[in-house]
């Protein structure tokens, strides 16, 4: 379905953005808490599961990622680093 490699950059960059993966994926779905540690330590889960966490993971780094770059669009604004 997704290449392991692709669900592993997408892990290193969920801790790398939220304090607790685990817990914002819970919160957002009606996946078990179990399930989504199980995606994060890559052992096995249904499919279903995996699709579910995977799509909401890239779609939890995209809204980060653009309020970290209009973050840094401020601070250039505010700092007038050009």
Do not use: H
Not at 43 to 68: A, F, M, N
């Amino acid at each position: 379905m997704y290449p392991q490699e692709d669900i592993r950059k997408v892990i290193s960059r969920m801790g790398q953005l939220y304090d607790s993966p685990s817990s914002t994926i819970c919160e957002k779905t009606n996946l078990s808490r179990p399930t989504i540690n199980k995606f994060f330590n890559l052992q096995s889960i249904r499919p279903s599961s995996i699709e579910i966490i995977y799509e909401l993971c890239l779609d939890l780094i995209e809204v980060k990622e653009k309020k970290l770059e209009k973050a840094n669009e401020k601070k250039r604004l505010l700092f007038k680093e050009v």
